[in-house]
């Protein structure tokens, strides 16, 4: 799963060096994956490339002093799926003879046996990847002609991907296709560039015309312009789209770390989501994309989410917020279980995918099942031109603005703010009368200043987070919307701090995990469900009596669990399960942040994770 950038110059214009515009381009695209970066052209005639592992700012320092110049380029960042993070298993992957590199981005089923087919033919093999088993096999099918070469090539591989391809004979052209693996062509007419990315985020602050490559098409593109053809090497008419992608601020300012200004966001971001999508005249809400009628709103019989990490969790609670007030049977699915699932749709299924990114492999498959057996699909997503929102008919934008750390925050509660706001559109339609809906839209408008009111409490969260660094291992114990809340406060302090953390139902603790609890074993209780917790304070006991430090984050005035719990991080006092939803949420990523701080992680780019995840 990794980031895929390529430039070239056409047309009479002064050019511009396409070094400079894929390392730009792929500093955009690090979010994909920061194993190892890498970039081609070709100088002399002759392939020439340079490949360092980590960072793209490690390509830059070795790119840098070489002073090349290239008319056009590929360039890559990758995520390791099959070998280690090394210079040899880095894009571009080259044929034996080094006459093409290639990069690519997606996972090659059937590699293993093509490889065994072109050895035993004598081809010599020097990376661990899958990656280059596909620059080996075009090597192998090219006769002269890149079109014909690429047809036989892409027609052989089982699995998704998308490649961008460079040959020494043919030094202005650039061959891409695409398979369940995004890819686009942007075109710049006033500055006659090309561009090919993976997806539109490396095109900030341009307008451009753009193709994105449908299943199995091939692209070749040269100095005269863009040829597009089918995976049989037919000629195809090409239709592009206008696109105009606004530059966003993407700084991280007054903060250490984009997660801590991400964290910072959230009550503006909360405060825009609530105000622009509240409908205080019907004491609903109002989603302009959102292209279903009331009857058919009353019709639906079901709702699937489908959605990955966070996104998943944000799903967990919408599910239990929308079965509660708008009383429709609503399951939240795993989206990589669900794409190989047998599920039952029916044409009055409503399937919601929930995605930061828009991009993640599982999701965008399960949305395709869902939409291959008939159901609705409503996209909530925070990128406006990802795959996701160009799949589905009806979208919700987060407008979070663009969130840059890889641990999920502000797009996490905005996910489960404009799914609460979607609550109440789906209740006033079904269950809710005018009184419940505005007084179900009085406690949404509560949740900004909620939300700033935590933050004011990041000195006691920072003194706890360091108290509590030096344990290895968590439970994060909850019950109802607190059980979710759990979940993603586990996976936050799991992907940051790389110590291990579990959320769990409170009750569900005395059938087994109770096992685990000794002294080197922290439990954090989410307090938050006024209706479980001496349920909770109960589970609590139990923990204590087996010497089990106890952290409780919990409503102001709860001075009893003083009893019970070693430290009490004390927070605003939420009227609903669901404005606790983001009281707990914002303290518990403010703790994992300042244990993360403590430890000397990498906070906005923890090791082994990508920001979004293209590949199954
Ligand atoms: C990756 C990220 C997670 C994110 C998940 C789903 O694993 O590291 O933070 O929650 O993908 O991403 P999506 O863009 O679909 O919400």
């Known amino acids: ?117 072109l050895v035993k033919k004598g081809v010599t093999f020097s990376s661990e990847t899958d990656t280059e088993t596909i620059a080996q096999l075009f090597a192998h099918h090219y006769k002269e002609n890149l079109l014909k070469a690429a047809v036989n090539t892409f027609s052989e591989l089982d699995g998704a991907f998308s490649v961008a391809l460079i040959h020494k004979d043919h030094p202005d052209q650039i061959v891409v296709s695409s398979r369940d693996a995004p890819l686009v062509i942007g075109i710049n007419d006033q500055t006659n560039e090309i561009f090919v990315s993976s997806d539109t985020n490396a095109f900030t602050g341009q307008s451009l015309r753009v193709l994105f490559l449908k299943k199995d098409e091939i692209a070749l593109l040269s100095p ?44 503006l971001v909360l405060k825009e989501i609530i105000h622009s999508q509240s409908d205080e005249t019907n004491h609903s809400a109002l989603f302009e994309q959102l292209v279903l009628t009331p009857k058919q709103i009353k019709n639906v019989d079901q709702i699937l989410i ?92 987060l407008n979070a603005g663009p969130e840059i750390s890889v641990c999920s925050t502000k797009a996490f509660t905005s996910q489960v703010c404009v799914l609460q706001l979607l609550t109440l559109y789906l209740a006033r339609i079904r269950t809710f009368g005018a009184s419940e809906g505005r007084e179900f839209l009085r406690k949404c408008e509560a949740i900004p200043h909620l939300a700033q009111e935590v933050l004011k409490r990041a000195g006691s969260i920072a003194s706890l987070a360091e108290k509590y660094a030096r344990f290895t291992k968590f439970f994060y114990l909850g019950r109802q919307q607190m059980y979710p809340t759990c979940l993603e406060a586990a996976l936050k302090l799991k992907e940051i701090t790389y110590l291990q953390a579990s959320g769990l139902p409170a009750g569900e603790m005395k059938h087994g995990a109770i096992a685990l609890i000794d002294e080197s074993l922290a439990t954090i209780a989410l307090c938050g469900n006024h209706v479980t917790n001496d349920k909770l304070f109960s589970n609590l006991m139990e923990i204590k009596a087996r010497g089990g430090p106890i952290l409780a984050f919990a409503p102001d005035g709860s001075e009893s669990l003083q009893q019970v719990a070693d430290d009490v991080l004390y927070l605003p006092i939420g009227e609903s399960d669901e404005q606790n939803i983001y009281i707990y949420s914002i303290a518990t990523q403010l703790f994992a942040y300042y244990v993360a701080k403590n430890l000397g992680t990498n906070i906005d780019q923890p090791r082994n994770l990508a920001k979004s995840v293209t590949v199954e």
């Open 1 to 117: 799963m990794c980031g895929i950038f390529a430039h070239l110059n056409f047309g009479e214009l002064k050019e511009r060096n396409s070094v400079d515009v894929c390392m730009e381009g792929l500093r955009q695209l690090e979010y994909r994956g920061y194993d190892s970066a890498g970039i081609a052209g070709i100088k002399d005639g002759q392939i020439c490339s340079i490949k360092s592992v980590g960072k793209v700012s490690t390509l830059d320092e070795a790119v840098k002093p070489q002073q090349l110049q290239f008319r056009l380029a590929i360039a890559h960042t990758r995520w390791a799926t099959h070998g280690r993070a090394c210079e040899a298993n880095a894009h571009p992957q080259f044929d034996q003879d080094h006459r093409l590199a290639l990069v690519h981005n997606g996972i090659i089923e059937n590699y293993a046996k093509i490889k065994q087919t």
């Open 224 to 267: 005269d312009g863009i040829e597009l053809y089918n995976k049989k090497g037919k000629a195809l008419d090409i239709t592009f789209e206008e696109l105009c992608v606004e530059e966003c601020q993407t700084a991280t300012g007054e903060f250490d770390h984009y997660m801590l200004k991400e964290i910072y966001d959230q009550p």
């Open 306 to 397: 489908v959605a990955c990490g966070s996104s998943l969790h944000a799903g967990y609670l919408a599910a239990n917020m929308i079965e509660t007030a708008a009383r429709i049977p609503t399951r939240a699915e795993i989206a990589s279980e669900f794409r190989y699932s047998d599920p039952i749709i029916t044409k009055n299924t409503l399937v919601i995918a929930i995605s930061q990114s828009g991009e993640t492999a599982d999701t965008l498959a399960a949305c395709e099942l869902a939409i291959d057996r008939g159901a609705h699909l409503v996209a909530i997503c925070n990128v406006k031109h990802s795959t996701l929102v160009r799949m589905a008919p009806s979208t919700i934008l």
